[in-house]
């Protein structure tokens, strides 16, 4: 299975994940991590996340590589909307544009990870 995992993270947060990869690295582990999209805060990650492009990411995990055109078509908007939403969607890895001008997702899973967890 392939994922990746949306989450939110303060710089703190980015910079442990980062060392503790370094450190694997230069124990001799190079088992790659669960590629990861850190977003600065909840609201940050809904605003940029929007049910619209979850809507195409779902239409594509289900139907597979779709044209821009006929995904605009099969979800009832407009392709100009769709293109924008793929771009962003591009932007942080969650689609990939294919040779045949149709777009897929590369991920059988893609998670969420977020805590309300207020640190003391």
Do not use: C
């Not at 995990?61 to 909307?81: F, K, M, S, W, Y």
């Not at 293109?83 to 059988?108: A, F, N, R, T």
């Amino acid at each position: 299975m392939t994922e990746v995992i949306l989450h939110v993270s303060g710089v703190d947060a980015f910079f442990d994940h980062a060392m503790a990869a370094a450190r694997r690295i230069d124990a001799g582990d190079y088992t790659p991590n669960t590629p990861r999209v850190g977003f600065p805060s909840i609201e940050h990650l809904w605003a940029y996340m929007t049910p619209e492009r979850w809507s195409l990411l779902r239409f594509l995990q289900e139907h597979g590589p779709t044209g821009v055109a006929a995904l605009g078509d099969a979800i009832g908007r407009d392709v100009g909307a769709v293109e924008e939403d793929l771009g962003k969607l591009e932007e942080i890895g969650l689609v990939d544009p294919q040779p045949d001008g149709s777009v897929l997702v590369p991920w059988s899973r893609i998670t969420v990870e977020a805590s309300l967890a207020i640190a003391a």
